[in-house]
């Protein structure tokens, strides 16, 4: 009975944390969510409805499908923002890295973190800007997913990945927020890469611009430039970089379930040279000197009747 009771009460904590931090949420997205907010004017003593920055508008949808999605907005930002109006202090407020919350946590220790730092450490992004560039400037703490993990769908894996990345690469504002420099025209410095749509739809960014290291899943030390590969070998062979990268652990699994025809087909996504089966190399050799011995016999037996 007295085991019982203990079930009922922590059911009920949870409960009423669940509550709260809903209602907590449904006060921010009143706003946040919204185009606009309203906000009482003490000069004019009335209500004012104002446009809301588009840069504190939030996807509700999306925040819920991430991995923080059951998280009240206060267990990240100062409780401070219970109260409204904001305090303009806030807006300075520091926010958590990855490693902040996940970093020394056993039952996040598959994910890392801390060798992630130690990988990301070594990127051109920390050389050039150092603390300036934490996990959220890619990641954001609202919509992140696990993808590369939780996906089968490798052009799913690429969408997700590239828009990170091209959500500062390709936005000047963001881009000027790390950089006085010009933001480069990704169209024009690719412009050596041949069928160009077709590589940035089917493989991630970081495919060519990170050192790719085994222990994890997906690389953070993202290299300069001038270190990006360039040349067609690294995927387009049997023994593909990608292999190494965009197809390891979720999607490595899948193939050695589902054969490699099987993940061409449920992937939606095919790299010419890098699916390649030596039983079917064989074959098609073999097929190649049928037909070649065909049309050699045939071409003598029609110039021994002529």
Not at 272 to 277: D, M
Request: aromatic share 10%.
């Amino acid at each position: 009975m007295r085991f019982s009771q203990q079930r009922i009460s922590l059911l009920v904590f949870f409960l009423v944390s669940f509550t709260l931090n809903l209602k907590a949420d449904n006060d921010c997205l009143r706003c946040h969510a919204n185009q606009t907010h309203t906000i009482y004017n003490d000069w004019t003593e009335r209500n004012e409805k104002r446009l809301m920055n588009p840069y504190f508008i939030l996807d509700s949808l999306r925040m819920k499908a991430g991995v923080h999605g059951s998280f009240a907005c206060t267990d990240c930002h100062s409780s401070d923002y219970e109260t409204y109006p904001h305090k303009g202090e806030l807006k300075l407020e520091p926010l958590s890295t990855c490693v902040d919350c996940h970093g020394g946590d056993e039952n996040f220790a598959d994910y890392k973190f801390e060798l992630i730092e130690e990988e990301f450490k070594k990127s051109t992004h920390a050389k050039a800007l150092g603390e300036q560039f934490t996990c959220s400037k890619c990641h954001s703490q609202h919509y992140y997913q696990a993808k590369a993990r939780t996906s089968e769908n490798v052009k799913d894996i690429v969408k997700f990945s590239n828009d990170m990345c091209m959500s500062c690469h390709d936005n000047t504002p963001r881009y000027q927020l790390m950089s006085d420099s010009v933001n480069p025209k990704l169209v024009e410095t690719h412009n050596w890469l041949p069928n160009q749509k077709l590589h940035f739809e089917s493989v991630r960014c970081i495919e060519c611009h990170t050192h790719v290291k085994d222990s994890l899943m997906i690389s953070h030390n993202i290299l300069p430039k001038e270190e990006a590969l360039k040349l067609c070998v690294n995927c387009h062979t049997a023994n593909s970089h990608l292999n190494a990268s965009l197809y390891k652990y979720k999607n490595i699994q899948a193939r050695a379930t589902k054969g490699k025809l099987g993940v061409i087909l449920s992937n939606k996504s095919y790299v010419i040279g890098a699916y390649q089966n030596e039983i079917l190399n064989l074959l098609s050799i073999l097929i190649f000197m049928a037909v070649i011995a065909g049309v050699i016999i045939h071409s003598f037996f029609r110039i021994i009747k002529k």
